[in-house]
């Protein structure tokens, strides 16, 4: 059995018209964790199917239980007015540092580093929250 890559560790969501049941193949850690909660909690509507030695596992969900969201991206209003709540509550912005020519041409030979890496920094707007408060 070999390692599997990040990439090949996919999350797969069954849903066909014709079948009151939806299927999940992940095996991304929380997803697996939610719906292992759910399962317990609601046997009727979330089973498992199957689950496999490389972490894998397959679930069979009600599809009248789940939904797809779609989150849109802030306005430039609703930017300013948590940046002016954070300011009042005791949050303080700090300005991410300026990156060299260089790292910059970096980040445009290759597509979407930029985004993975504020993602993974937790900084999705370009600045980091610091808490001043004691």
């Known amino acids: 059995m070999t390692k599997l890559s990040k990439y090949?560790?996919?999350?797969?969501?069954?849903?066909?018209?014709a079948e009151n049941?939806?299927?999940?193949?992940?095996?991304?850690a929380s997803l697996k964790r939610r719906l292992a909660e759910f399962s317990?909690?609601?046997?009727?509507?979330?089973?498992?199917?199957?689950?496999?030695?490389?972490?894998?596992?397959?679930?069979?969900l009600d599809k009248s239980r789940l939904s797809v969201r779609f989150i849109?991206?802030?306005?430039?209003?609703?930017?300013?007015?948590?940046s002016a709540y954070d300011r009042e509550h005791g949050f303080q912005v700090v300005q991410a540092e300026k990156k060299s020519p260089e790292i910059e041409?970096?980040?445009e030979k290759i597509p979407g580093l930029h985004e993975r890496r504020e993602k993974a920094m937790g900084n999705?707007?370009?600045y980091i929250r610091v808490s001043t408060r004691d």
């Open 21 to 28: 049941l939806a299927s999940i193949y992940t095996f991304n």
């Open 8 to 17: 090949e560790k996919e999350t797969i969501i069954n849903w066909n018209e």
């Open 105 to 107: 041409a970096i980040y």
């Open 124 to 126: 999705l707007y370009g």
């Open 72 to 82: 849109p991206p802030y306005s430039e209003e609703r930017k300013a007015a948590a």
């Open 40 to 60: 317990r909690k609601y046997p009727l509507l979330c089973r498992l199917e199957r689950s496999t030695p490389e972490g894998s596992v397959t679930y069979l």
